[in-house]
């Protein structure tokens, strides 16, 4: 099953990225699938330095790693994208 559409994974996704960013103020359920990460509407407010923590985070529980900045740039957009990239069918 392609990653948009398991929404386990999705929420899998949103959980580590509040864990791996320390973000206390925001729920899985906030995020909307299609929400763009690193932007200024996103309510996560996320920099470079948690970029990096993403990262990280995709290498430990999924085994994926991005280490290129234009690849994470490329993959880690929206959740469904990233979910997409980790899960491809």
Known sequence: MK???DDAL???LKQMIITEC???DVS???LADD???F???SPLGLDSLDALQISMGLQRQFGTRLVDSKDFRRHVTTI???ADYIQPE
């Open 3 to 5: 990653g948009s559409l």
């Open 39 to 41: 932007s200024d509407a």
């Open 10 to 12: 999705k929420r899998r």
């Open 35 to 37: 929400m763009v990460i």
């Open 28 to 30: 899985p359920e906030s």
């Open 22 to 24: 320390d973000i206390d």
């Open 80 to 82: 469904d994208a990233l």
